[in-house]
Each structure stands twice: as C-alpha cells, then as structure tokens.
C-alpha cells in the first residue's frame, strides 16, 4: 500500500509540474501575440500618417498648380492685349524707358510749358501796352480836332472793330480747347499705356523671382541693356516726331540728358510718413498670419478699384484743366497760379503712382510669407489632431481590456463552484480566503461527513482507503486554490497598475482640455478681441461715413467751379488715398480677428465635445470593484462640477457678448448721429460764410447803386430844372414886348410875360416883326428836337432808377435771411440786364438824334448868324439913338442886352451838361456790361 501511494503521489506531482509548464508555455505566447498586436496597430498608425500627410501634399500641389494656371491665364490675357495694343498703334505709344524716366521727362515738360507760358505772357503784355499806347495817341489826335461829328464816327467804327475782334477771339479760343481737349487724350493713352507695361513687368517679376538669383541678375543686366537701347532709339525717333510737348530745348540736346524730378516737399514727406506707416501694418500682419491669402485677393480687388478711382479722379482733373484753362483766357492774371497748381497735380498724380506700385510690390512679397506660414501652421494643427486621435484610440483599447478582463474574472468563480469538494482543512485556508468560498466549503464539509458516517456504519476497512483518497484530492485542490490565488493576485495587480496609468492618461487629457478652453476661452481675450472688433468697426463706420461725406463734397466740388480751386482737389486726393489705405487695413484686422473668433468658438466646440465623450465613455466603463467605483464616481462627481462650472461661464460670456453687441450698436448709432450732426453743422457754416462773404458783395453792390441813384436824381431833378428853364426861355424869346403880335399864340391866352418897358422903335420889335417866317420856323424845329432828346433822357434815367431802386429792394430782402427770394432775384437780375441792353441802344438813339440836330445845326447856322448880326447892329444902333434921347430909355435896352446874353449862355451850359451826362452814363454802363 505504501509504495502504491509513493507511486500515486509521484503520479499526480508529475501531472501538476506538467499543467504548469503548458499553462506557462499559453501565457507566453498568448503575450507574443498582443506584442504582435501591438506593433501591428503602430504600423497601421504610421501607414495612416503617412497616408494623410501624402493627401495634404496632394491637396497643396493642386491648389499650387490652379493658383499657376490663374497666373498664366492673367499673363496670357495682358500679353493679348499688349498685342493687340501693339497691332492699333505699330509700336509708336508703347513706352520702352522706366517710369522714373518717364516721369522726369514728364516733369520737365511741364517746366518748359511754364516758361513757354511766361514768355507768352510778356509778349502779351508788351503787345498790350503797345495797342493801349496807340489808341492813347488816337484819342489825343481826335480830342485835338475840333469837329465832334468825326469822333464820334470813328468811335463808332472803333465799337464795330472792336466787335469782330471778339467774335475772332472766341473762335480761336475754342480752337484751342478742342486741341487741348485732343492732348489730354493722348496723354491719357500713354498713362494707360505705361501702366499695362507695369502690369506685365510685375507679373513676369513673380516667375523671376522663383528663379535662381544669378538667372536674375543676369537676366535683369541684360534687360537693362536693352531698356538702355531702346530708350536712346526711342530718343532719337522722338525728336524727330512732332510732339507737342516737347520743347526746342529738349531736342537740341546731344546727350539726352533728363532733368531732375522736382518733387514738393509736402507731398515726399507724406510719402515717407505713408512708406512708416505700411511698415508697422506689415509687421503686424505678421502676427495674423492664419487667414490672409483671402484677405490678399481681397485687396487686390480693392487696388484694382482704387486705380479705376485714380483713372476717374484724373479725368476729372483733365476735364478742371480744361475749365481751368478756359477761365484762363478771360482771366490773364490767374494763370501763372493755375499752371503752378496743375503741375503739382501731375507731380501728385505720379508719386500716388509710384505708391501704389510700391504697395503691390510690397504685397506680393509678403504673400509668399503669409502662404509658408499658414503651410506650417496647419502642418502644426494636422500633428495636434493625429496625437488627439491617438490618445483617443489607445483609451477605447485600454476600456476594451478593463471589459475583458471583468468578463474573465467573473467567469471564474463560477467554474470553481463546480470542481470544489468539502474539507475540514478547507476551513483553515478558507479563513485566509473571501467569505464566499467559505460558506460554500462549509456545506460541501457537513455532506462529506454525514456520507462518510454511513459508510463505516457500513465498512470499517474501506473507508480509511477512502479517507486516504479524499485527502489526497484535497491536497490536489488546495495547491490548485493557491495557485489560482496567485493568478489572480498577479492579475488583480496589472489591472490596478493599467487602471492607474489610465487614470493618469485621463487626468493627463482632462489637464490638456482645461489649458486649451482656459487658453482659448478665457474671459481676458475674448474681452479683448470684442474690443478691438468694436473699435475696429466703429473706425470702420467712421471711415464709410467720411467717404460717403467726402464723395458728396467732392461732387459739390466738381460743380462749383468758384468756391473750389486745385489745391483742394489734391488735398481732397490725398486725404481719400489715406482714408482707403487705413480702410483695408482697418477691414483685414477685422476679417483677422473675426476668423480668429471663429477659430475660438471652433476650439471650444471641440474641447466641449471631447468633455462629452469622454463622459460618455466614463459612464460606459464596467464597475471592477467596490473601491475603484467610489474613486471614478469622486472623479465624475469633480468633472461634472467642472463642466457646470464651464457651461456657466460660457453661458455668462454669451449674455455678456449680447449686452456688449447692444451697447456698441448704440454707440455706433450715437456716433453716427453726432457725426451727421457734425458734417451737417460744418456744412451750415460754410454756406453761412460764403452767404456772409456774398451779402458782403451784394453791400458794396448796393452802395455803389446807391451812389449811382443819387447821382441820376440829382442829375433827373437838374434836368428837369433846365427843361424848365428852356420852356420859359422859349417863351421868352418869342414874346419880350408888351406890343408883341404873337404874345397871344405863343403864351397861349394872352398872358404878359413880363411888365417891363420896351420902346415901339426897339430892335427886338423890329427884328421879330422884321423876320422871316423860315426863320421863325427854323428855330422852333430846334428848340422841339431839343426837347425830344431831354425828354427821351429824362424817361430813359427814370426807367433806369426804378431798375435801381427795385435792385437794391432785392438786394436788402437777400441780406436779411430771405433763401426763397434767389430765384427772383436772379429773375429781376435778368430783367435788369435786358434794361441796360434797352438803355444802350436807346443812348445810341440819342446820339443819333444829336448828331441829325447837329447837322441841322450847321446847316442853318450860316443864315441864322447873319440874321442874328444884323438884328444886333439894329439893335446897338437903336439903344445909342435912345440912350441920347432919354436915360430911361438906355434902363431898358441894358436889361434887354443882359437877358439876351445870358439866354445863349444859359443855352450852352445845358448843351454840355447834357454832354457830360451822356458821357458819365456810358463810363458807369461800360463796367457793368
């Protein structure tokens, strides 16, 4: 029996040593396998990597290669063009020297034609002088001949000279407008020209750039030989062509030589400040590199309208020279002012040129910077997904284990309920074991022993063999117990050691997610960028409203030729240059942090969506054992906190973004209205100057009227005192004697003009008794046509006071406020023009009359003297025969002499007061014609 049981036992030691070998021999290779597995998985990763960083290349190379067809087909169309141009104008207007040179020609150019003008100016002079001193020579001859009637003759052939002369003036006036009109549009042609060149230049400029530098420098050697070649050809050929702006000078140098290039210090200071400024915007465009090749394009659209602005602004220019120029004519002393004002336009007009050239160049440049930084950008930003990812993935295996390796567990103790026997040794090890297995044990024990009692009731000798046995079993059960024990131990151990470098991925993910939303989403930016969004907007607002304001005004100023000048259109083309500049840059900003907003928003999407997963699988997770539950639920418990905490700062934050939209829109609108009000009072106050500077005119105008009014009252009221005088003279003259025949008719009711004594034998009797009714015909037909002139006058200056005194009614309403009499004002100003028209051709009237009068004057002059001789002799004769006969005769023949003398005296006092009015009448009409 003794060696039956060594052999037994030695059995069943082998078989255990064997299990072991073969349980250790799965263990290491089901370890090989997850090896295996595991490099396998690190592979497909890379292969992935690999596979998206070929597809972004893919991506870039064909986004490469659609930006190299656009450019192509740019090239291709401007060389098209440049074709076809060249086709039009067989190769005559297409410039081959640089700009610079151009624009030194140019300004040149524009020198000589001052000088041209100035010398111009001196022969016009001289030749005004020497007109005014012939006619000056004129007048002194014709003031030294006695006869009116021939100065007045060449007066009139003077007035009728002088009228083709203007007629002539005016049609040569508009010659030169149309062939002003044609040079501005060939210069035009050649801007036009110049630019296409600099187009073309700038695109083959890119390709040359990606080139190797010593390509380029050889190619650019080379260029410039061939510029340096073409531009002497081009000289030469120039000078040979008939080209309006250039000067005798200029074509008379040898060498060819260009001038220096003036440039105004105003204007090369406001580049320099201008130059400054875009180099501080670049720099921090630097900074904003993430979305500037749609703000690029952006731009170029906005260059591309600015030069069709800059286009329309020297049209606009062109077409104010012309107006200018017209001005310039009528006015002789304004026009070294103008010429000096459109050459500093040109010289402003070229260097707004060269900037925008400078610009495009500059931009360009930087485009290259922008596409490499926003190249590795996004590299940065693949790198940072591909990682996420893969902590993603490696946290779903890692649950998968924890899940296979609960199910494992809990499948265990259910096969060691099926194998486990009772022992009375079972309850010694199963104290060190769970409570579990020590109940189960304790059952098995109580039927073990109640089967075995019945068996020695039964045999005595058999059951110590089965006693044997069954310790033996439990031997066996007891070492399989501890080893399991072990396993499970070990296995417990791994677990706890995968869960905690989990828990440490965990909070490692949870650290990472909190950094970004606290770096991302944190109150301090975004406070910041709302601000710099609202003070963008406002500057932009702002700009829109000055632009729209300045388009209004510069509208205004195209039509208002007199309140304007050309100082103020450059000042006006300079300020809207500055005002588009700091608009683009102020709206790239704005697009900047605006993407840049939506990048945070896009950020914090993602951190809440990992929040949420990472919940999700949280949740999911299996429960492994008492402890480890209390743990995570903490861990949930803080994460759910935190993620409360989160959604109310977000949500705080939105109604603080809502509140910030409301007040900044409020503002805005404030700031729009003050800024309406402003423009608008600022307007108000240039009209009420210029009606002030207006109302200042309209004063002198009516004092001046004023004085003209008083003057023809005193000069109507002196008339009529004289027309006065002449009636009773007239009357006078016909019927002096109390024995006069024609007392009755010429006084007309037999009124005695005077009670004086008049001798029967006196020489007045006897000459009106004596004289020829011719003569007595004669003089009444001039007496008549005298008083037909006077009263002709008298009406015409009373027609012109009412004029006046209505003018100056108008002028008195305009100067107290009243807008809505212009128009009637400018109605009566009409009426007053076809008024003086009126008085002049009736002033001519008169001097028609006077002359006729004249000539009837001197025509019967001869007889009416001789008459008058005779009837003087008579009456010199009779005045010493009475001054013998009686003394009081001789009382009356001296009153007699005295009246007579004083009548004619009388008569040429009005004659030539008469001249003299007429005189002073056409002086005062001549100036305001």
Request: aromatic share 2%; with cysteine.
């Amino acid at each position: 029996h003794l060696v039956a049981d060594l052999q037994s036992t030695s059995d069943d030691n082998y078989l255990l040593v064997k299990t072991q070998t073969e349980l250790d021999i799965a263990l290491a290779s089901e370890q090989d396998l997850r090896d295996k597995n595991e490099k396998l998985e690190k592979k497909i990763e890379l292969l992935q990597n690999e596979l998206k960083s070929k597809e972004f290349n893919r991506s870039n190379i064909e986004k490469e290669y659609a930006d190299m067809r656009k450019n192509d087909s740019l090239k291709i169309k401007f060389l098209k063009k440049t074709l076809t141009n060249l086709r039009e104008s067989y190769m005559l207007f297409t410039p081959l020297f640089a700009i610079d040179d151009f624009l030194k020609v140019f300004a040149s150019i524009l020198d000589l034609k001052q000088k041209i003008d100035e010398q111009e100016k001196c022969l016009e002079r001289k030749s005004f002088e020497k007109n005014m001193q012939q006619l000056e020579s004129e007048m002194k001859r014709l003031s030294s001949s006695d006869s009116d009637v021939q100065l007045k003759i060449e007066l009139l052939k003077l007035s009728s000279h002088n009228d083709f002369l203007s007629e002539q003036l005016l049609k040569t006036e508009q010659k030169l407008r149309e062939q002003e009109k044609d040079l501005q549009s060939l210069k035009m042609k050649n801007i036009e020209t110049t630019q296409h060149w600099n187009t073309i230049k700038m695109l083959f400029d890119e390709n040359s750039k990606n080139s190797n530098d010593r390509k380029n420098s050889k190619a650019i050697q080379t260029e410039r030989n061939l510029v340096d070649k073409a531009t002497s050809t081009e000289m030469k050929s120039g000078e040979k062509s008939d080209d309006p702006e250039r000067s005798p000078s200029e074509k008379s140098s040898p060498k060819h030589q260009m001038p220096t290039r003036q440039f105004d210090p105003e204007v090369f200071a406001h580049a320099l400040s201008s130059q400054e400024s875009l180099k501080m915007q670049l720099k921090q465009a630097l900074n904003l590199a993430s979305a500037r090749s749609a703000l690029l394009l952006e731009t170029e659209t906005r260059l591309a309208e600015a030069h069709g602005r800059v286009r329309s602004l020297e049209k606009s220019l062109e077409d104010r020279d012309n107006q200018l120029k017209s001005v310039k004519d009528a006015k002789p002393d304004k026009t070294t002012t103008e010429r000096k004002e459109d050459n500093i336009l040109s010289i402003t007009i070229a260097s707004l040129q060269n900037l925008l050239l400078e610009k495009d160049t500059t931009l360009s440049r930087y485009r290259e910077l922008l596409e490499a930084e926003r190249h590795e950008h996004s590299k940065i930003h693949e790198e940072h997904l591909s990682e996420i990812k893969k902590l993603k993935k490696h946290v779903e295996e890692c649950e998968r284990e924890i899940t296979k390796k609960d199910e494992e567990l809990r499948k265990q103790p259910k096969k060691e309920d099926f194998t486990s026997k009772p022992s009375k040794k079972v309850e010694t090890s199963s104290s060190h074991s769970d409570s579990d297995d020590s109940n189960k044990s304790g059952t098995a024990e109580k039927q073990n022993i109640e089967s075995t009692k019945e068996k020695k009731a039964s045999d005595p000798n058999p059951t110590i063999k089965l006693l044997e046995e069954e310790i033996t079993k439990l031997h066996l059960q007891l070492q399989e117990v501890s080893d399991r024990e072990k396993i499970w131990e070990k296995s417990l151990n791994e677990k706890e050691s995968e869960i905690h470098k989990l828990r440490e991925k965990l909070q490692t993910t949870h650290v990472d997610g909190h950094e970004i939303t606290e770096n991302l989403a944190s109150r301090r930016e975004i406070e910041q960028m709302r601000a710099l969004i609202d003070e963008k907007d406002r500057h932009i607002q702002d700009l829109t409203e000055t632009l729209s304001h300045f388009h209004d005004d510069q509208q205004k100023f195209m039509n208002d030729t007199d309140i304007n000048t050309t100082e103020e259109v450059t000042q006006l083309s300079v300020e809207l240059n500055r005002c588009e500049a700091s608009n683009r840059i102020l709206k790239t900003q704005l697009d900047a942090t605006k993407r840049q907003l939506t990048n945070v928003t896009q950020r914090e999407n993602q951190a809440r969506d990992l929040i949420k997963n990472l919940k999700a699988q949280l949740i999911r997770r299996p429960v492994i054992s008492i402890k480890s539950e209390s743990l995570m639920s903490v861990r949930e418990e803080q994460l759910r906190k935190r993620n409360q905490q989160l959604e109310i700062e977000l949500g705080d934050i939105r109604d603080e973004l809502h509140r910030q939209k409301v007040l900044n829109e409020n503002r805005r609108a404030k700031s729009a209205s003050d800024l309406h009000l402003w423009d608008k009072q600022k307007r108000w106050q240039q009209t009420a100057e210029k009606l002030k500077e207006k109302l200042n005119e309209r004063e002198a105008e009516l004092d001046k009227l004023r004085a003209t009014v008083t003057t023809a009252k005193n000069s109507i009221a002196r008339l009529e005192r004289e027309k006065h005088i002449l009636e009773q003279r007239r009357a006078n003259h016909y019927c002096t004697s109390a024995s006069c025949p024609n007392l009755h008719t010429a006084t007309g009711g037999g009124q005695s003009t005077s009670g004086k004594y008049t001798p029967a034998d006196s020489p007045e009797s006897y000459g009106t008794s004596s004289a020829t009714p011719e003569r007595n015909h004669g003089g009444v037909a001039a007496v008549e046509v005298l008083n037909e002139s006077n009263r002709e006058l008298v009406e015409a200056l009373k027609n012109r006071v009412e004029a006046q005194q209505r003018k100056i009614v108008a002028l008195e309403l305009e100067g107290k406020g009243s807008n809505a009499l212009v128009n009637e004002i400018e109605k009566l100003q009409d009426a007053n023009s076809n008024l003086q028209a009126q008085n002049v051709r009736l002033e001519a009237k008169i001097l028609q009359f006077q002359l006729e009068n004249d000539k009837l004057k001197h025509g019967n002059n001869s007889e009416l003297m001789l008459k008058q001789i005779k009837h003087l002799e008579d009456y010199i004769t009779t005045i010493k025969g009475e001054l013998i006969r009686a003394k009081s005769g001789l009382d009356t023949s001296k009153e007699t002499i005295n009246i007579e003398k004083n009548k004619n005296q009388q008569l040429e006092k009005t004659v030539t007061t008469l001249r003299t009015m007429i005189d002073k009448l056409k002086t005062e009409q001549r100036p305001k014609s």
